[in-house]
């Protein structure tokens, strides 16, 4: 079994920083590519910020230039590092990655729990 857990959310004013880290664990082969995804009510969740298994990154237009994702492969994390934020940046945050586990032959999507993020003075 394979789990993902977010941790580093809470409140900070706007213009503050948060950084947010997920862990992957249970028995992984092999992992792709590790992002980040968030969801206000009512809304659908969107991609943030990902990072592909050779590095490459993709950043939505609403965060690049203030959020920077970064991934250790030797111990199955990616963090999400946020600075300036705004307001319409509070969700809750979803860690997401595309993995192998040792049962399977193919690459499964796993979500964390998620983690709220708010930004409000």
């Known amino acids: 079994q394979v789990r993902l857990v977010e941790s580093g959310g809470g409140l900070v004013q706007p213009g503050g920083s948060l950084r947010l880290s997920c862990a992957a664990s249970g028995r992984i082969f092999s992992i792709n590519s590790m992002g980040w995804y968030r969801q206000t009510p009512g809304k659908e969740r969107d991609l943030v910020a990902r990072i592909s298994s050779d590095g490459r990154l993709n950043y939505a237009d609403s965060v690049k230039e203030r959020f920077t994702i970064s991934r250790d492969k030797n111990k199955n994390t990616v963090d999400l590092q946020m600075n300036s934020l705004k307001s319409e940046d509070t969700a809750v945050y979803y860690c997401?990655?595309?993995?192998?586990?040792?049962?399977?032959?193919?690459?499964?999507?796993?979500w964390g729990q998620g983690t709220q993020v708010t930004v409000s003075s």
């Open positions: 997401n990655g595309d993995i192998r586990s040792r049962f399977t032959s193919g690459f499964d999507t796993y």
